[in-house]
């Protein structure tokens, strides 16, 4: 009976350890600007020396999951222009709100301090490239992630997933195309309404499968069509533009692809773009390049096979490290610009904006590794047909609920860990990766318990619950 008790005893001595060493502090709070008392969107939240973290939404609120080793570092809340807010892990007191002052350099102080250094936005972004090499990572490295992949109209959410991810990059000097790789590991959420209104996703699916450049989805019934059949176009829509791997290896991923073919940061760069240096800012006692960008004299284009995706001027936003060139982050947009495109994007889609990105960098062990991707561009799948031969029925009818006519995808994603054990990356590329947001998977909530993702807003959390609602009538 003795042994029993002491066997118990040295039981729960170990259960206890454990869960001290495996449990998570959970950190949440709400981030504003001391001047305006705004909400600060995009700050980032982190502990110091680790890839631990998260950015703050819309509403400038973030949660995050930090393990309990980490109970003595420093928690660091920074944003661009802001001077930075830093408490030790465990004595983080998330009973008010983290408020954000104001921190800028002086740019006239700033050049004249050396002479040989570039003044001009051209060559500090010239230079910033130049020095890809050296900030960005020279050896393989696995990243995981989350992503929140949502569609939506002006009124409602048609689409959402969320889903844990792992990027495995072999390195900067490599090709993307053949040595970057993503995993989608785990689903936490999926909603699909979007077969109720497809057909235009369709039609183009069937022009590109029988190359019939006549059919119209005004001649097609949706009753007639079957359900997998209409997934299959809906698939095809998606990848065409918003996959994950033309997001992560095709040219919008500007910073880490600037040495591909053809690349928006490559050879020809001011060619199609310009850039004015704006001012210097300061983050985490770190000066920075803010720099404008431009259109060039050459409309910029994306080359994306079976699509009219060019002729745009870029407009937008770098910061970059004053002391190293690191891009620390990049603000860019296409807006339609020649006489075709604009004329495309105001029929097809209701706006001149094609493209919207922000891409978040990170300093982790000398190096700059991607913290954080907005990625937003307008949608090809409406409610029926908008092509010109929908203008011989009236325009009256052409302009009949644009609010539901219009539609627009959104991809965020979330780095929150770097592994470059180079036994652990060899052991995860011998699994079988997959990209395939589509693939239902099981809900593991033991997976999700301590997972960091993503904060949804006020205003996103209603669409959602909506979603979820319409969803599940749906599926009845």
Request: no cysteine; charged share 30%.
């Given at each position: 009976?003795?042994?029993?008790?002491?066997?118990?005893?040295?039981?729960?001595?170990?259960?206890?350890?454990?869960y001290?060493?495996?449990?998570?502090?959970?950190?949440?709070?709400k981030?504003?600007?001391?001047?305006?008392?705004?909400?600060?969107?995009?700050?980032?939240i982190?502990?110091?020396?680790?890839?631990i973290?998260?950015?703050?939404?819309?509403?400038?609120?973030?949660?995050?999951?930090?393990?309990?080793?980490f109970?003595?570092?420093?928690?660091?809340?920074?944003?661009?222009?802001?001077?930075?807010?830093?408490?030790?892990?465990s004595?983080?007191?998330?009973?008010?709100?983290?408020?954000?002052?104001?921190?800028?350099?002086?740019?006239?102080?700033?050049?004249?301090?050396?002479?040989?250094?570039?003044?001009?936005g051209?060559?500090?972004?010239?230079?910033?490239?130049?020095?890809?090499?050296?900030?960005?990572?020279?050896?393989?490295?696995?990243?995981?992630?989350f992503?929140?992949?949502?569609?939506?109209?002006?009124?409602?959410?048609?689409?959402?997933?969320?889903?844990?991810?792992?990027?495995?990059?072999?390195?900067?000097?490599?090709?993307?195309?053949?040595?970057?790789?993503?995993?989608?590991?785990e689903?936490?959420k999926?909603?699909?309404?979007?077969?109720?209104?497809?057909?235009?996703?369709?039609?183009?699916?069937?022009?590109?499968?029988?190359?019939?450049?006549?059919?119209?989805?005004?001649?097609?019934?949706?009753?007639?069509?079957?359900?997998a059949?209409?997934?299959?176009?809906?698939?095809?829509?998606?990848?065409?533009?918003n996959?994950?791997?033309?997001?992560?290896?095709?040219?919008?991923?500007?910073?880490?692809?600037?040495?591909?073919?053809?690349a928006?940061?490559?050879e020809?760069?001011?060619?199609?773009?310009q850039?004015?240096?704006?001012?210097?800012?300061v983050?985490?006692?770190?000066?920075?390049?803010?720099?404008?960008?431009?259109?060039?004299?050459?409309y910029?284009?994306?080359?994306?096979?079976?699509?009219?995706n060019?002729?745009?001027?870029?407009?937008?936003?770098?910061?970059?490290?004053?002391?190293?060139?690191?891009?620390?982050?990049?603000?860019?947009?296409?807006?339609?610009?020649?006489?075709?495109?604009?004329?495309?994007?105001?029929?097809?889609?209701?706006?001149?904006?094609?493209?919207?990105l922000?891409?978040?960098?990170?300093?982790?062990?000398?190096?700059?590794?991607?913290?954080?991707?907005?990625?937003?561009?307008?949608?090809?799948?409406?409610?029926?047909?908008?092509s010109?031969?929908?203008?011989?029925?009236?325009?009256?009818?052409?302009?009949?609920?644009?609010?539901?006519?219009y539609?627009n995808?959104?991809?965020?994603?979330?780095?929150?860990?770097?592994?470059?054990?180079?036994?652990?990356?060899a052991?995860?590329?011998q699994?079988?990766?997959s990209?395939?947001?589509?693939?239902?998977?099981?809900?593991?909530?033991?997976?999700?318990?301590?997972?960091n993702?993503?904060?949804?807003?006020?205003?996103?959390?209603?669409?959602?619950?909506d979603?979820?609602?319409?969803?599940?009538?749906?599926?009845?």
């Amino acid at each position: 009976m003795r042994n029993f008790k002491y066997y118990l005893a040295f039981s729960f001595i170990l259960v206890f350890f454990s869960y001290a060493a495996t449990a998570q502090i959970e950190i949440k709070n709400k981030i504003v600007d001391f001047g305006t008392l705004m909400p600060i969107e995009n700050a980032s939240i982190y502990v110091k020396g680790t890839t631990i973290g998260v950015v703050s939404n819309s509403d400038g609120k973030f949660v995050l999951s930090v393990p309990r080793k980490f109970a003595n570092d420093t928690l660091v809340v920074s944003s661009i222009g802001y001077r930075s807010f830093k408490s030790v892990v465990s004595e983080f007191d998330g009973s008010m709100d983290i408020y954000l002052e104001e921190d800028v350099a002086s740019l006239d102080e700033v050049l004249i301090v050396a002479e040989t250094r570039p003044k001009t936005g051209n060559d500090i972004v010239l230079r910033a490239i130049e020095e890809l090499e050296d900030n960005l990572p020279e050896y393989a490295y696995l990243q995981k992630g989350f992503l929140r992949h949502k569609e939506r109209n002006k009124l409602e959410y048609k689409w959402l997933i969320e889903s844990a991810l792992t990027l495995y990059d072999s390195s900067y000097a490599a090709g993307a195309k053949n040595f970057l790789k993503i995993n989608i590991d785990e689903n936490r959420k999926s909603y699909d309404l979007r077969d109720v209104d497809s057909l235009y996703a369709y039609t183009a699916y069937l022009k590109k499968r029988t190359n019939n450049k006549k059919l119209r989805a005004k001649n097609l019934r949706r009753d007639t069509i079957k359900t997998a059949s209409l997934v299959k176009a809906i698939r095809w829509n998606d990848e065409r533009v918003n996959g994950l791997e033309n997001l992560f290896k095709g040219k919008l991923n500007m910073i880490r692809n600037a040495n591909g073919t053809k690349a928006l940061f490559g050879e020809d760069m001011l060619e199609k773009h310009q850039f004015r240096l704006d001012t210097v800012l300061v983050e985490n006692d770190r000066k920075l390049y803010k720099i404008e960008i431009s259109k060039g004299k050459e409309y910029v284009g994306l080359n994306t096979p079976g699509m009219f995706n060019e002729g745009f001027e870029a407009r937008g936003w770098l910061y970059i490290y004053w002391d190293t060139y690191a891009f620390k982050k990049v603000e860019y947009e296409l807006v339609a610009a020649s006489k075709e495109q604009k004329s495309r994007s105001k029929s097809l889609f209701g706006t001149l904006l094609n493209h919207k990105l922000v891409i978040n960098y990170r300093e982790y062990q000398g190096k700059m590794y991607p913290n954080y991707i907005y990625y937003e561009t307008p949608k090809l799948v409406n409610i029926g047909d908008r092509s010109s031969d929908q203008f011989v029925e009236g325009r009256e009818a052409y302009n009949e609920n644009k609010d539901e006519r219009y539609y627009n995808t959104i991809q965020e994603i979330i780095f929150t860990e770097v592994i470059q054990d180079s036994t652990v990356i060899a052991q995860e590329l011998q699994k079988e990766w997959s990209e395939d947001i589509f693939s239902p998977r099981p809900y593991n909530e033991e997976f999700w318990k301590n997972y960091n993702v993503l904060l949804e807003s006020e205003e996103e959390e209603k669409l959602i619950q909506d979603l979820s609602k319409r969803a599940s009538l749906f599926k009845q």
